[in-house]
């Protein structure tokens, strides 16, 4: 699964990779999950609704119509935020310094373990019927929200994960997101993304999240 997801943050598409590509792909998907230290940090609020718009008891603003979308028919939502640590951080810089093309390979693997672990985390939740992760800056929702999410989750204090001024993550390979728990199952799609028409990965026939099985 691992794998699959690398490949398809290297757009290989419905394409293989030769042989000798495969092992330069495997050794950067061993290295990356030996450098990573991963830790998740979530939170699971009722949702109310006043006058129509959904909202939680927390300092989030959920008004936004993408995330009104993704909570339609929810009954409470997840916040959620994970990083793979510091440690690859220092292993992706160094790498990209000796071997640009590995660091590429390497940066691939790290998003899709970061994503998976994500993924794990959430299933192995006591709740069902999640839909996808929403995260700030995609949509109509801002990126500044990021501060908002990641302080009521005190991500800082309890998984060492921030951000910098400019919005960034720190460790670098960590995401967040909003689920809407109960109601509606909504699976992420490419219809609704506001860059279905210039989108490199639909190109090159794949995309940018892992599919569910």
């Known amino acids: 699964m691992l794998r699959e997801a690398t490949l398809q943050y290297l757009r290989y598409g419905d394409s293989v990779p030769d042989e000798e590509e495969g092992r330069r792909i495997d050794k950067a998907i061993e290295d990356v999950s030996a450098a990573s230290v991963p830790r998740v940090v979530h939170r ?3 949702l109310s609704d006043t006058d129509g718009v959904k909202g939680i008891d927390a ?7 993408d995330l009104q979308n993704l909570l339609a028919g929810s009954e409470a939502c997840l916040l959620i935020a994970g990083t793979l640590g510091a440690g690859l951080d220092l292993l992706l810089k160094r790498t990209a310094k000796l071997d640009m093309a590995q660091y590429v390979r390497m940066d691939a693997a790290a998003n899709a373990l970061i994503e998976s ?4 985390f959430e299933e192995g ?8 992760r929403f995260s ?8 500044t929200l990021q501060r908002q999410l990641l302080a009521v989750l005190e991500a800082h204090k309890r998984i060492g994960l921030a951000l910098t001024d400019s919005l960034l993550m720190t460790p670098t390979k960590s995401i967040s997101g909003i689920v809407g728990i109960g109601g509606l199952l909504r699976e992420r799609s490419c219809t609704n993304c506001q860059l279905f028409e210039t ?3 639909r190109r090159n026939n794949t995309v940018c999240y892992t599919k569910k099985k």
């Open 117 to 120: 672990t994500l993924d794990r």
């Open 59 to 65: 300092k989030l603003d959920l008004h936004y119509g």
């Open 136 to 143: 700030p800056g995609y949509g109509d929702v801002p990126l």
């Open 199 to 201: 989108c490199e990965f």
């Open 125 to 132: 939740l006591p709740v069902r019927d999640l839909t996808f």
């Open 44 to 46: 699971i609020f009722p």
